[in-house]
Structures are given as structure tokens and as C-alpha cells.
């Protein structure tokens, strides 16, 4: 069983940066593609940054490209998402997700194993 749990989410202000982790464990890392999704009160969950098990490829949707790099530790079965130039609107739940396969997977419900989120709040 894919257990994961992020770390890392807090305040910050407009601007700033934060540096979230979603470890794994019950599984490695090198078998499994991962999402970042947030979800932000009344609105639909969204997904923010990929990551495929089977090379380098990522993908970001254009509200957060250029300021949003997903990136893993293998070595310590680690995820990192890390948010430069937040905004306001960057504010939600944040979610890391994890997938048995090799590409990348940009719909929530194709993930069988989710983490219980970090909350992000972009506030001066």
C-alpha cells in the first residue's frame, strides 16, 4: 500500500516561496508517475504539476509555468514541489498523488493514491 504524506505548506506573502515534500513510502518512487493538485474552497480541484516515472518529462499548466518545478529525491523516495513568485490566488489545499505507471497523467481520478494535503495561503 502507497502511502504520502506532504509537508511543508504554511503562510507566506505575496511574492514568496515555499518549498513543499510529499514522501512515499509502500512503494519506491522510480515505479511511480505523481501529480501536485490544489483545491481552493469552492472551486474544482486542479492539477498543477506532473511528473512521469519512465524519463524527465513534467508538465505544468500555464498558471503556474515558469514558477511551479516538480521535482523527486529518489534516493530518499521524495517528491518536492517547489513555488516561486506566489500569488494570492495560489492559495488551496495542495495535494500530492501517486499512479502505477510510466507517463504522465493530467486527470485526478486516473491516481490511486493520494496524501491528506498541506495548505498553502498566499496573504500579505
Known amino acids: 500500500q502507497v502511502q504520502l504524506v506532504e509537508s511543508g505548506g504554511g503562510l507566506v506573502q505575496p511574492g514568496g516561496s515555499l518549498r513543499l515534500s510529499c514522501a512515499a513510502s509502500?512503494?519506491?518512487?522510480?515505479?511511480?508517475?505523481i501529480g501536485w493538485f490544489r483545491q481552493a474552497p469552492g472551486k474544482e480541484r486542479e492539477g498543477v504539476s506532473y511528473?512521469?516515472?519512465?524519463?524527465?518529462?513534467?508538465y505544468y499548466p500555464d498558471s503556474v509555468k515558469g514558477r511551479f518545478t516538480i521535482s523527486r529525491d529518489n534516493a530518499k523516495n521524495t517528491v518536492y514541489l517547489q513555488m516561486n513568485s506566489l500569488k494570492p490566488e495560489d492559495t488551496a489545499v495542495y495535494y500530492c498523488?501517486?499512479?502505477?505507471?510510466?507517463?504522465?497523467?493530467?486527470?485526478?481520478?486516473?491516481?490511486?493514491?493520494w496524501g491528506q494535503g498541506t495548505q498553502v495561503t498566499v496573504s500579505s
Open positions: 509502500g512503494f519506491t518512487l522510480d515505479y511511480l508517475s
Open positions: 511528473s512521469s516515472s519512465s524519463d524527465d518529462s513534467t
Open positions: 498523488a501517486a499512479v502505477r505507471g510510466r507517463g504522465l497523467y493530467y486527470v485526478s481520478h486516473l491516481y490511486d493514491y
